[in-house]
């Protein structure tokens, strides 16, 4: 018998500020609202108090309202949605945006040994994490095998110049992986385009960060110890124009047997992951790439993952449980870009 644990991805915490921005004479605008399943939440320093808050939740609103139309999964009306149910082996055209994000998700794919797979969906539904539902039981080895058969991102699926093509009809793209940092960073741009220059936006645990808080200082953030229920924070780090995620296997996994599994799923072998490495959180240029390469890399673990972030200069934390591990039950390793961000 399984027993399902599902909770918030989100991975992160925003520590206190003291706010003191306020005494200059700025003004803080706070905003959240509800997007792709989850919250979102901006906190930005308006320095002139020009910025219009209604009108600026208005347009985030817009913003992932079209992001959503473009890549949701659990919108039968969506782009991605559509693509996927059809059965064309012709090109279609997709817009801008997609085409971008698929781009990205091939490249992520390339550096990550294909551990990092748009495809997985069929393995995600049938272990249970999908928009199908849970399961009572684990997948027998044909179930898998035949799941594995419809996956494969570098065989099945072509990217072209603002095209998608697939290679086997019943190819599906999931995009849960990396979408929401694409989100994020929309609403990043959003807030551009108001003018606006320190902020933090962020939506389940995705986020980026652009100039300082209001105390003048880079965006303090908590990396969560990852323990399904409990909050506490392994370390804190000091971001700065740069995008953040962390993906862990604490949040959704289901118990059977006497046997864990997560949602993190290998693509190559098409189970859950069992290594020891329980999160990852990625710094890099924007929240679309630090998603994607958050998922890849805990797929890989630590040894594995640690050497790639390195061999690409990306600023990477690995939590592990482990024997060697602390009073947190965990021991953490940093790639050296992550040292030399936080020195």
């Known amino acids: ?123 995600i539904d049938l272990w249970g994490f999908g928009a199908r539902g849970t399961r009572a039981d684990t997948p027998g080895d044909t179930e898998i095998a035949d799941a594995l058969a419809c996956c494969g991102q570098h065989e099945i699926m072509r990217v072209g110049d603002g095209a998608l093509q697939k290679a086997r009809p019943e190819a599906e793209v999931y995009l849960s992986a990396i ?63 740069l995008g953040v995620a962390t993906s862990g296997d604490y949040r959704n996994f289901f118990d059977a047997d006497g046997q864990r599994y997560s949602h993190i799923i290998d693509a190559t072998t098409g189970r859950p992951v069992t290594h020891q490495t329980a999160s990852v959180t990625v710094l890099t240029e924007n929240a679309m790439l630090a998603d994607a390469w958050a998922t890849a890399l805990l797929v890989l673990g630590r040894e594995r993952g640690l050497e790639i972030a390195n061999d690409r200069d990306m600023a990477v934390l690995f939590i592990e449980r482990g024997p060697n591990a602390g009073d947190k039950g965990t021991v953490t390793t940093a790639s050296e870009r992550y040292k030399t961000l936080q020195a």
């Open 1 to 123: 018998m399984a027993e399902q644990f599902l909770l918030s991805r989100r991975s992160f915490i925003a520590m206190p500020l003291a706010l003191a921005a306020c005494k200059k004479g700025w003004s803080v605008l706070e905003l959240s609202g509800l997007t792709m399943g989850t919250g979102y939440s901006v906190i930005a320093v308006d320095h002139t108090k020009s910025v219009d808050k209604v009108e600026l939740q208005a347009a985030i609103d817009a913003s992932l309202a079209k992001v959503n139309a473009q890549m949701s999964n659990w919108d039968d009306a969506s782009e991605i949605s559509r693509f996927n149910a059809s059965r064309a082996a012709a090109p279609v055209a997709v817009s801008p945006e997609l085409a971008q994000v698929m781009k990205a998700a091939q490249e992520v794919n390339e550096g990550s040994d294909r551990r990092f797979d748009v495809t997985v969906g069929p393995l």
């Open 179 to 241: 979408g929401k940092g694409f989100g994020v960073d929309e609403m990043a741009r959003t807030l551009a385009r108001f003018g606006v220059t320190d902020y933090m936006v962020e939506i389940g645990g995705d986020l980026y960060t652009a100039g300082l808080n209001p105390d003048g200082r880079p965006w303090q953030i908590g990396i969560e110890t990852p323990q399904a229920f409990d909050r506490g924070v392994q370390e804190i780090v000091g971001v700065s124009n």
